[in-house]
């Protein structure tokens, strides 16, 4: 389905770019938001990016979204006050 390899999984997982939940025998499940960052991980690999610059990219993407989600929620509290 993601066309990688396993090891390319494990590593991901390894360098905690990734943690997907595990079944009771220890198998790793991937939910679908888990194969979109997976998806977007590998193109950001193909381009040439190391894991552990992968792994800041994400974590600052997911800081920009909380950010926007603020500004946004602080808009639209100043457009209620006005």
Do not use: C, N, W
Not at 7 to 23: E, G, T
Not at 49 to 77: F, Y
């Amino acid at each position: 389905m993601l066309q990688v390899q396993q090891a390319f999984l494990r590593r991901l997982d390894q360098h905690d770019v990734i943690r997907p939940s595990r079944s009771s025998g220890g198998q790793r499940r991937y939910s679908r938001r888990d194969i979109i960052i997976v998806q977007h991980v590998t193109r950001m690999t193909q381009e040439g990016m190391t894991l552990i610059a992968i792994r800041r990219i994400l974590e600052l993407e997911r800081e920009v979204a909380v950010l926007r989600r603020q500004l946004k929620e602080a808009h639209a509290r100043l457009r209620d006050l006005e």
